[in-house]
Protein backbone atom coordinates (compact mmCIF):
# COMPACT_ATOMS: atom_id res chain seq x y z
CA UNK A 1 0.00 0.00 0.00
CA UNK A 2 2.70 2.41 1.25
CA UNK A 3 4.84 1.67 -2.13
CA UNK A 4 1.77 2.28 -4.07
CA UNK A 5 1.66 5.65 -2.34
CA UNK A 6 4.78 6.80 -3.19
CA UNK A 7 4.26 5.58 -6.86
CA UNK A 8 1.45 8.15 -7.33
CA UNK A 9 3.38 10.72 -6.14
CA UNK A 10 5.76 10.24 -8.23
CA UNK A 11 3.92 10.46 -11.56
CA UNK A 12 2.45 13.65 -9.54
CA UNK A 13 5.65 15.07 -9.75
CA UNK A 14 6.83 13.92 -13.08
CA UNK A 15 3.86 16.36 -14.46
CA UNK A 16 4.99 19.28 -12.73
CA UNK A 17 8.56 19.26 -13.57
CA UNK A 18 7.57 17.99 -17.36
CA UNK A 19 9.70 21.03 -18.58
CA UNK A 20 12.69 19.55 -16.64
CA UNK A 21 13.81 16.80 -19.87
CA UNK A 22 16.37 14.33 -18.70
CA UNK A 23 17.97 12.91 -21.64
CA UNK A 24 20.32 9.84 -22.07
CA UNK A 25 20.04 8.62 -18.62
CA UNK A 26 22.95 5.61 -17.84
CA UNK A 27 24.46 3.59 -15.06
CA UNK A 28 27.64 2.43 -15.60
CA UNK A 29 27.50 -1.55 -15.63
CA UNK A 30 30.87 -2.52 -13.50
CA UNK A 31 31.97 -6.17 -12.97
CA UNK A 32 29.61 -8.15 -10.42
CA UNK A 33 31.27 -7.64 -6.63
CA UNK A 34 32.13 -3.75 -7.24
CA UNK A 35 29.82 -2.02 -4.50
CA UNK A 36 29.24 1.34 -6.26
CA UNK A 37 28.58 2.66 -9.99
CA UNK A 38 27.64 6.10 -11.26
CA UNK A 39 24.73 7.87 -13.13
CA UNK A 40 24.83 9.58 -15.88
CA UNK A 41 22.52 11.98 -18.15
CA UNK A 42 21.65 15.44 -19.57
CA UNK A 43 19.25 17.63 -18.02
CA UNK A 44 17.74 20.37 -19.61
CA UNK A 45 15.91 22.85 -17.88
CA UNK A 46 13.15 24.22 -20.37
CA UNK A 47 10.74 26.05 -17.51
CA UNK A 48 11.21 30.10 -16.34
CA UNK A 49 12.94 29.48 -13.27
CA UNK A 50 16.23 28.30 -12.13
CA UNK A 51 16.04 24.44 -11.10
CA UNK A 52 18.66 23.71 -8.04
CA UNK A 53 19.18 19.68 -7.40
CA UNK A 54 20.57 19.32 -4.20
CA UNK A 55 20.42 15.36 -3.94
CA UNK A 56 19.69 12.21 -5.28
CA UNK A 57 18.23 8.64 -4.20
CA UNK A 58 17.59 5.33 -5.46
CA UNK A 59 15.70 2.22 -4.17
CA UNK A 60 18.99 -0.27 -5.58
CA UNK A 61 21.54 2.06 -4.05
CA UNK A 62 22.29 2.63 -0.15
CA UNK A 63 22.96 6.30 -0.75
CA UNK A 64 23.32 8.77 -3.66
CA UNK A 65 24.79 11.77 -4.04
CA UNK A 66 25.77 14.04 -6.48
CA UNK A 67 29.50 14.44 -7.47
CA UNK A 68 32.11 16.55 -9.46
CA UNK A 69 35.28 15.72 -10.80
CA UNK A 70 37.53 18.35 -9.69
CA UNK A 71 41.61 18.75 -9.91
CA UNK A 72 43.37 19.01 -6.45
CA UNK A 73 47.26 19.89 -6.97
CA UNK A 74 46.84 17.76 -9.99
CA UNK A 75 45.11 14.82 -9.05
CA UNK A 76 41.89 14.35 -10.29
CA UNK A 77 39.66 13.67 -7.34
CA UNK A 78 35.76 13.39 -6.45
CA UNK A 79 33.70 15.72 -4.65
CA UNK A 80 30.45 16.27 -3.41
CA UNK A 81 27.95 18.83 -4.24
CA UNK A 82 25.72 20.35 -2.41
CA UNK A 83 24.01 22.36 -4.80
CA UNK A 84 23.96 22.13 -9.43
CA UNK A 85 22.53 24.83 -10.20
CA UNK A 86 20.61 24.87 -14.22
CA UNK A 87 19.83 28.16 -15.33
CA UNK A 88 16.47 28.80 -17.28
CA UNK A 89 17.02 27.31 -20.69
CA UNK A 90 20.76 25.79 -19.79
CA UNK A 91 21.08 22.18 -20.54
CA UNK A 92 23.91 20.16 -17.86
CA UNK A 93 25.44 17.66 -19.12
CA UNK A 94 26.42 14.58 -16.10
CA UNK A 95 29.17 12.41 -17.60
CA UNK A 96 32.49 10.52 -17.07
CA UNK A 97 34.76 12.62 -15.61
CA UNK A 98 32.50 15.41 -14.88
CA UNK A 99 29.37 15.29 -13.11
CA UNK A 100 27.83 12.44 -11.88
CA UNK A 101 25.33 10.74 -9.35
CA UNK A 102 27.33 8.43 -7.03
CA UNK A 103 25.93 4.97 -6.30
CA UNK A 104 26.90 3.86 -3.32
CA UNK A 105 26.12 -0.28 -1.84
CA UNK A 106 24.03 -1.77 -4.71
CA UNK A 107 21.30 -3.79 -2.89
CA UNK A 108 21.13 -5.74 -6.37
CA UNK A 109 23.24 -7.15 -9.04
CA UNK A 110 22.89 -4.41 -12.12
CA UNK A 111 22.02 -6.39 -15.62
CA UNK A 112 23.04 -4.82 -19.03
CA UNK A 113 19.78 -2.86 -20.74
CA UNK A 114 17.91 -2.77 -17.49
CA UNK A 115 15.95 0.26 -16.73
CA UNK A 116 16.31 1.51 -12.95
CA UNK A 117 14.87 4.73 -11.52
CA UNK A 118 16.63 7.39 -9.85
CA UNK A 119 15.15 10.27 -8.49
CA UNK A 120 16.63 14.11 -8.21
CA UNK A 121 15.32 16.23 -5.45
CA UNK A 122 15.55 20.04 -6.44
CA UNK A 123 15.74 22.91 -3.84
CA UNK A 124 11.94 23.70 -3.74
CA UNK A 125 11.36 20.35 -2.56
CA UNK A 126 10.36 18.04 -5.52
CA UNK A 127 11.34 14.79 -7.37
CA UNK A 128 12.17 14.54 -10.77
CA UNK A 129 12.22 11.20 -11.08
CA UNK A 130 14.54 9.63 -13.88
CA UNK A 131 14.78 6.05 -15.79
CA UNK A 132 17.96 5.41 -16.68
CA UNK A 133 19.38 2.33 -18.37
CA UNK A 134 21.83 0.37 -17.19
CA UNK A 135 24.69 -0.10 -20.05
CA UNK A 136 28.36 -1.52 -20.07
CA UNK A 137 31.69 0.16 -20.23
CA UNK A 138 31.48 0.20 -24.04
CA UNK A 139 29.67 3.36 -23.82
CA UNK A 140 32.10 5.52 -22.04
CA UNK A 141 34.92 4.06 -24.10
CA UNK A 142 37.88 6.33 -23.79
CA UNK A 143 39.59 7.99 -27.02
CU1 LIG B 1 31.71 10.01 -7.59
Redesign the pocket.
Known amino acids: MFRLFVLLCSLVTGVIHAEVIVTDATVRLLPPGVPNT?AYFSIQNSSDTTQILIGASADFATKA?I?N?IMVNDMMR?EQQSEVVIKSGQTVQFAPGGL?I?LFGLKQPLSEGESVAISLQTKDGESIIISAKVAGPSVHKHH
Request: hydrophobic share 45%; glycine share 0%.
Open positions: AEHHMHM
